[in-house]
């Protein structure tokens, strides 16, 4: 792998990891564009996207991070809520992680021998209906004022359901689906889009780690020192970028924009499917 080539899979890990295009569809269809293989270097490289995207998140939402770190050792001590609000999130974050780290253990194997461009397409396709069917449920649900703030764990249980289908099917982006299944929950978008960003962290560390368990079963070849701190740089300083970006945008713009992008660009690799 070229350094350039580093450089340019890290900042599409770091971009469509968080806005709401797919990152798993992109770098799959780029990867195969790129003419890269499958092999353990893809492992090594893999990892250090993820940290990439890790570290993206951890910058931040550090202020939300190191108050919920601190509520733990509080409520370890049995001492009262410091935060209450980073505390309240504790919960719904632990189950919200459940159904992804689930579906990553036991199905994502079987999903990833299935991924073609005509099941990335259809993927997409499906999300831009998805897409706008949560806006017009929230539109209709913030006319009536019925928007929430407050992230119960039944909330948490769908939108973690949410990503456990995204991360298994490549098309359906992670943050775009866990941002709709909040606005089907009710919760206005910039909550929606703040938990999911949160409930993506374990996500990402869990895949990174499992990852790096298959890299120690297949330790060759390793990429070079200079092409791993390439991705790993492009993917944290284009993720900080673009969670900064999505989460002012949604302040008053919708997910509509990212589904029609996805109908069009689904649509084109079913029909470049279909017609081979």
């Known amino acids: 792998m070229a350094l350039w ?31 890269l293989g499958n092999g353990a270097a893809d492992l090594s490289f893999d990892i250090v996207l993820h940290l ?18 601190g509520e733990v050792v509080r409520g370890v001590l049995r001492k009262p809520a410091f935060h209450p609000e980073e505390r309240a999130l504790l919960p719904p974050l632990l189950v919200g992680t459940i159904p992804g ?29 998805v897409f706008f069917l949560a806006e017009a449920v929230a539109q209709a649900r913030r006319r009536r004022g019925a928007e929430r703030t407050a992230v119960s764990l039944v909330d948490a249980a769908w939108i973690g359901l949410a990503q456990a289908v995204a991360g298994l099917l490549a098309g359906f982006s992670r943050s775009g689906l866990t941002i709709s299944a909040g606005l089907f929950r009710g919760l206005s978008r910039e909550r929606a889009a703040r938990f999911s960003f949160l409930l993506a962290l374990p996500i990402i560390l869990g895949a990174g780690a499992k990852t790096l368990l298959d890299l120690r079963r297949h330790p060759e070849p390793v990429l070079s020192g200079p092409v791993l701190a390439a991705g790993l740089f492009s993917s944290a300083v284009v993720g900080i970028l673009a969670v900064r970006f999505l989460l002012s945008y949604l302040k008053t713009h919708s997910l509509r ?11 084109a690799l079913v029909g470049y499917s279909l017609l081979g």
């Open 101 to 129: 780290g689930l579906a990553g253990i036991f199905l994502l194997k079987r999903f990833e021998q299935m991924r073609t461009v005509l099941a990335v397409g259809l993927s997409m396709l499906a999300a831009c209906v």
């Open 257 to 267: 924009p990212f589904g029609i992008y996805l109908g069009l660009l689904g649509a």
């Open 5 to 35: 080539q580093a450089v340019l899979l890290g900042a599409i890990q770091g971009a469509t990891e968080f806005i709401p295009v797919s990152s798993t569809a992109h770098l799959f269809l780029v990867q195969r564009w790129l003419g």
């Open 52 to 69: 990439g995207t890790a570290i993206a998140l951890v910058i931040v939402f550090r202020g939300e991070i190191f108050g919920m770190a």
